[in-house]
Structures are given as C-alpha cells and as structure tokens.
C-alpha cells in the first residue's frame, strides 16, 4: 500500500513538474512576443515621427522666407500675422516629434530612456496667450470666443514648455469642439493661496458631460456615445494623452462636468 502511494506521489510530482515547465516556457514565450510587439510599436512611432520632420522642416524653412520678405513685401499685415502662426505651430509640432523619436529610438534599441520631461522657467501668460492665438481661428469657425485671465504678477513656473503647450492645446480643442456657437472657452492661471500650487484651469460653456463619462474619457480611444462634436470627430486620444503628460510633469489633472453646463479641467503643479 505504501509502494502503490509512494509510486503516486512521485507521479504527481512529476506531473506537476511538467505543467510548471510548461507553464513558465509559454509566460517566457508570451513575455518575449509582448517586448517584439513593444519594439515594433517604438520603430513605427520613431518612423512616423522621422517622417513627419522632413515636411515640418520644409514649411518652417519656407514660413522663415516668407516671413522675412525676401522676395518682396507680404502686403496685409494678416499674412505676416498667418506666417508667424505657421511658423510657431511647425515649431511646436516638430518639438514633439524630437522628443517622441528620442523616445522612441531609445526604447526600441533597449538603451536607457531619458526622461521625457525637460523643465525650464516658463512664462505662463505668454504660453497661454500663443496656444489660443494658435487656436483663433478655429475657435472663430465655430462661433466660440476663447479668453485668457491670468492673476498679476504670476510666478515664473519650472516645467516642460512643449508638454505643457500640448497638453493646453489639447484641452482647449476639446472645449472648443463640445462647446455650442456662441459660448465661451476660458484658460486662467492662478497661484493657490494655501500651498502656492500653480493652477491652470480650462472651463467652457458647452454641452458637458455625465459623472460616469468623465473617467471613460480619460482612457484612450474612448468617447461619449450620443455627444456630438462640432468639429471633427477626433480620435479620443486627446484627453488621455494630457493626463499622460500631466503624470510625467509630476502635475495633477482633474475633469468636472455637469450635463447642460459645461466641463472645468484643472492642472495643478505642486510648488
């Protein structure tokens, strides 16, 4: 009897040995295709970054032309008004797209990866005023006034300008689109009296959305079924990816919406 139960103990074991060994080849098997997958993403967000560089370097050598009337005045003064605002955008674009194929390049090739984020003394209120003046035009398209209110004397914050413009951009487009003809989007930037947190706040008077929503719009590619924008459709990224970069800034984004009233984001960087 001892034998018989020995003899199965050690089949047992054995078995077991063999469904771990199994077990461990096929994580190790899943493991290895999930970091070929990672790489390949990395090389095609490197390329697409790559390729985008060459036009943006083109139209940000051609707007310099233009903008220095090399081969004659431009006339109206709204043409030198435009140029700048091609050259600026271009600018601003192909910063983000050095950074993500630094990013890129870094991870598919398994070297170090820097970090992401770049804080230099940034002026605030000339920030906030480029990215609405970046967004007039196509504010005015859709009958929305964009304002800007930034207390006096507003400090001097330390972050990464090219993030936190992509992040404003982003959330200003969003109000925009979602906001009806003629209502308002407001950007404004204060200093927290308590803890001297820098706060930047996006509010709008649009459509707004339900409690529920507001965390389903914060994952990637998700939008709210039965809210319509008015501009295009977008790609519901644009939210996720201003959380993202808020995260890596070390900053704090946070929704409130109320349905028929309008959505208040905040971004709050600790002093």
Do not use: W
Request: with cysteine; proline share 3%.
């Amino acid at each position: 009897m001892s034998n018989t139960a020995d003899k199965l103990k050690i089949q047992t074991e054995d078995r077991l040995r063999k469904l771990l060994r199994q077990a461990e080849a096929s994580l190790e098997d899943s493991m290895k295709r999930c970091r070929q997958i990672d790489r390949d993403n990395s090389i095609r967000i490197g390329e697409l970054a790559h390729e985008i560089k060459n036009p943006l370097n083109a139209i940000i050598g051609f707007s310099e032309i233009m903008m220095s009337e090399r081969f004659g005045p431009l006339g109206h003064d709204h043409y030198r008004e435009y140029t700048e605002l091609i050259h600026s955008s271009a600018q601003h674009l192909l910063s983000i797209c050095e950074q993500e194929l630094s990013y890129a390049k870094n991870k598919a090739t398994g070297h170090e990866i820097p970090a992401i984020v770049e804080k230099v003394d940034v002026e605030v209120t000339g920030l906030i005023n480029s990215t609405l003046t970046d967004l007039t035009k196509f504010a005015e398209d859709l009958g929305v006034k964009l304002n800007a209110v930034v207390s006096e004397d507003f400090p001097i914050l330390k972050t990464d300008p090219t993030r936190l413009k992509q992040i404003l951009y982003n959330l200003v487009t969003n109000a925009v689109k979602f906001t009806p003809e003629g209502g308002e989007v407001t950007v404004k930037a204060t200093v927290d009296e308590i803890d001297g947190a820098v706060i930047l706040v996006i509010q709008d008077t649009g459509f707004g959305m339900a409690a529920e929503d507001v965390l389903k719009v914060m994952a990637p590619f998700e939008q709210v079924e039965g809210l319509e924008s008015r501009g295009d459709n977008g790609s519901g990224l644009g939210l996720s990816i201003s959380k993202r970069l808020a995260d890596e800034m070390g900053a704090v984004l946070e929704i409130r919406s109320q349905e028929g009233i309008g959505t208040l984001v905040t971004l709050k960087f600790p002093d």
